[in-house]
């Protein structure tokens, strides 16, 4: 298990010898927001951005905490400063590009020059009749473009190749269809189309939709977990053990999948072994930062 205490106690000491690196403080945070202390660790992510403000894995860090402490409005404040940034940071890096379109500039443009706040615009507003019609291929798309951007790390002081540009616009746009998705906004988070099935208990459709990101990112541990809760649902818990299985050893600290299997056990009457899924599930749930630990860049 995770010794978070150590950890904290380490990257203090860290921060002691250098203060002038976001990876160390974006660290602390992450490993505040694992013991739940999400207001010290905004308080964290707020004097980094003050000295990084352009970093967008800090931003996107930051509106997870906000939608934690002080709700979605304040989290949808965030946002929209999130794409003023990749605006200002990387659109000039477009130009010329053959990709420019699927950039999305023009939703963004629009956007950005509305004086109301993202709370305040109707995201319907700006969806074109393709993205409307088709749930399953916006999941994968996003899946598609997550895959691009995750070995690139997310700040402007690193040169991004173009799909790495491309795929870091995309997740910011899903970073706010997910706290459109916390204010039960249904219409605003038609990204996340997938998990609004969920939520509408459409299991079928959701199943569909996370079959086909799976298809295009077989790794991508959420839509396993999502996948393997639909099979639980429809009940089929051959199905539900096996890819909740597969989750788990892609990812052993998912906590989701692990909660998830211990229930599907359950209902199969293997008492014990659902036992040690959810105290397993409890374990990892105790040190679980307000995001992953990963999206720090590996060569720290």
């Known amino acids: 298990m995770r010794q978070m205490s150590k950890a904290l106690k380490n990257i203090r000491n860290a921060l002691k010898m250098d203060m002038n690196q976001s990876f160390f403080l974006h660290l602390l945070a992450l490993i505040l927001s694992s013991q739940k202390k999400f207001v010290e660790a905004l308080e964290v992510c707020d004097a980094a951005l003050m000295e990084f403000p352009d970093d967008f894995s800090l931003l996107l860090t930051k509106v997870k905490l906000e939608q934690a402490c002080v709700g979605g409005d304040q989290a949808l404040i965030t946002c929209k400063r999130l794409l003023e940034t990749w605006k200002q940071v990387y659109e000039s890096d477009l130009s010329g590009s053959t990709e420019l379109q699927r950039a999305g500039s023009g939703l963004l443009d629009k956007v950005i020059t509305d004086s109301r706040s993202l709370k305040q615009i109707p995201l319907t507003e700006f969806s074109s009749d393709r993205d409307s019609t ?3 291929s916006s999941i994968a798309a996003s899946v598609r473009l997550e895959q691009a ?8 002081s690193i040169k991004l190749s173009v799909p790495a540009v491309l795929a870091l616009q995309a997740k910011l746009w899903l970073a706010i269809a997910d706290v459109y998705v916390s204010m039960e906004k249904d219409a605003e988070a038609n990204a996340c189309r997938g998990r609004i ?3 509408r208990e459409n299991v079928t459709d959701a199943k569909n939709c996370f079959d086909n990101a799976i298809s295009i990112n077989p790794g991508h541990v959420p839509s396993i977990q999502h996948l393997g809760a639909g099979y639980h649902k429809l009940g089929n818990l051959v199905m539900a053990e096996k890819v909740l299985r597969e989750a788990i050893n892609i990812d052993p600290t998912a906590f989701e999948a692990w909660h998830v299997l211990g229930v599907v056990l359950e209902a199969q009457s293997e008492h014990e072994a659902a036992s ?3 105290m397993t599930a409890i374990d990892l749930e105790a040190t679980h930062p307000i995001v992953p630990f990963n999206v720090i860049p590996r060569f720290l």
């Open 134 to 136: 088709d749930g399953a």
């Open 149 to 156: 951007l995750s070995d690139e790390a997310a700040s402007a």
């Open 276 to 278: 040690e899924c959810l």
């Open 197 to 199: 099935f969920e939520i």
